[in-house]
Antibody, heavy 124, light 113 residues
Framework: QVQLVQSGSEVKKPGSSVKVSCKAP????????INWVRQAPGQGLEWMGG????????NHAQKFQGRVTFTTDESASTAYMELSSLRSEDTAVYYC?????????????????WGQGTLVTVSS | DIVMTQSPDSLAVSVGERATINCKSS????????????LAWYQQKPGQPPKLLIY???TREFGVPDRFSGSGSGTDFTLTISSLQAEDVAVYYC?????????FGPGTKVDIK
């Protein structure tokens, strides 16, 4: 059973930044991408973007342009999502999810393992 | 971006009866070179992360009960729960991964009647 373990809940002020971590089993980063999905209270799932650790390539949904940064620390088998200029609308549960490399979508399933989620509350 | 829509928003079905959820994409998500539809279905129960049920529109993930099935191609897809069980109460989302800009449908809530 693959487990993605995320960091704990955060409370942030508007205008500040938050960095959420996602620890994956060793070897994950050599064969998979890490995606980030968020869910506002009572709302649906929203894909934010992702990173392919071995290539260092990233992509993200347009609405997060300039505000989101995806990084990885391969030595720690950990991926990070940093969101800046926080506003109340960013209050949500943030999930990481393992996904295949883009060229593997015809051979492997999409988001097959998810982290437990990290609640980020933005409040003054 | 590819826009995903779902219908209905919610439905209530008696235990043992069939539940059907529809999902539509704003453009085809059928990859012609391999004839695979890049469409997945997820189940999310309260307080839990989503769980992958179906991918390539009709391939069941390991361990998913065979009462869950997916069908459709191109732009129109369906998730069917052939005999609803109490533990199937959840919100169900479709997702396209044809585009590198992945998008989800808004979700369909399934309850027991």
């Amino acid at each position: 059973q693959v487990q993605l373990v995320q960091s704990g809940s955060e409370v942030k002020k508007p205008g500040s930044s938050v960095k959420v971590s996602c620890k994956a089993p060793g070897g994950t980063f050599s064969s998979y991408a890490i995606n980030w999905v968020r869910q506002a209270p009572g709302q649906g799932l929203e894909w934010m973007g992702g990173i392919i650790p071995i290539f260092g390539t990233r992509n993200h949904a347009q609405k997060f342009q300039g505000r989101v940064t995806f990084t990885t620390d391969e030595s720690a088998s950990t991926a990070y999502m940093e969101l800046s200029s926080l506003r109340s609308e960013d209050t949500a549960v943030y999930y990481c999810a393992r996904g295949p490399m883009p060229y593997d979508y015809d051979r492997k399933p999409p988001f097959d393992y998810w982290g437990q989620g990290t609640l980020v509350t933005v409040s003054s | 971006d590819i826009v995903m829509t779902q219908s209905p928003d919610s439905l209530a079905v008696s235990v043992g009866e069939r539940a059907t959820i529809n999902c539509k994409s704003s453009q085809t998500i059928l990859y012609s070179s391999n004839n695979k539809n890049y469409l997945a279905w997820y189940q999310q129960k309260p307080g839990q992360p989503p769980k992958l049920l179906i991918y390539w529109a009709s391939t069941r993930e390991f361990g998913v009960p065979d009462r869950f099935s997916g069908s459709g191609s191109g732009t129109d897809f369906t998730l069917t729960i052939s005999s609803l069980q109490a533990e199937d109460v959840a919100v169900y989302y479709c997702q396209q991964y044809y585009s590198s800009l992945i998008t989800f449908g808004p979700g369909t809530k399934v309850d027991i009647k």
